[in-house]
């Protein structure tokens, strides 16, 4: 019916034209009915043809919001999975969460950090790594060590679309018997506020902390090596206010550090060794601030 009223409207705005136009002619001529007949066609296909342009882009839209949401309704539900698993009694299932958890995070860009949010609570969980303490999961370390892995692998080429490099972390607490950071590349806030450093070798060699802020702050090194040899501080802030050297070692061999500022005020040297051997400042404000040292160190 809307087709057919368009039709009559064009087809007497038509005849109207044509009628005028063969009215103004010397002799006046009759319509030429033929000629109204195709304006009138022809414009009812160039309307029909705009008409379903604009149904089939409406359509496109609609069908790019449904598989939209189809896409964010399966990754939460993955997302879900793989929270499960990280909770489950079982250390191989704990490990395909990680990886489950890591394959999302590349996947799903708008959540990526809530992914690594994820990962870095679980290493914020309690954790007992002595095996003949009563509280000792068994795999537990394993696990614990693979997030570590897998959140350095991310860490290596800043400019890839998988990359964390810019992305937030939160150690925050968490218990470190030993792990390998080297080589990557932290461009946000990292926080190890207040985490141990207990046992085994924690690697940061040729680690670059650049344009953030990343904090030691409180952080124990009690035992086992802490190595920063090779490290670039780049701009940002570095802190290992109030942190206690109980033991162990801490190396910043060869470290650059470049504007910004490192502070180490209140630490406590009270056993083990901190190196600075060969590490250079520049442009850098260190602050040491007081810092109890024994006597004769």
Known sequence: MAAGVLGWVIYHYAYDHFAQAAADQKPPKPVNINDVLKATVTALTLIGAVLAGLYAYRKQLLAEGDAHRADASQLAERYT???EQLGHD??????AGVYALARLADDWAEQRQVCIDVLCA??????????LA?????????VRQTIIRVIRDHLQEPDTSTAWCQQSFDFTGAVF???DFST?????????????FSGGETSFRNVI?????????????SGGTVHFDGATFSGGMVSFRGAPFSGGAVSLRGATFSGGT???????????TVRFTGATFSGTVFEWGPLPVPTGA
Do not use: C
């Not at 490192?262 to 083990?272: D, I, P, R």
């Open 184 to 196: 990557s590349h932290f461009r946000g806030m990292v926080s190890f506020l207040g985490a141990t």
């Open 134 to 142: 009563p509280e000792h999961k068994i795999g537990e370390s394993e």
């Open 177 to 179: 018997y030993g792990g």
């Open 90 to 95: 079982q250390a191989a299932v704990r490990l």
């Open 262 to 272: 490192v502070t180490f005020n209140y630490a406590t040297l009270s056993g083990g």
């Open 122 to 131: 679980y290493l914020r969980m309690p954790y007992q790594p002595d095996p």
């Open 209 to 221: 902390f650049s344009d953030g802020i990343v904090s030691f702050r409180g952080a124990t090194f």
């Open 81 to 83: 999975t793989a929270a």
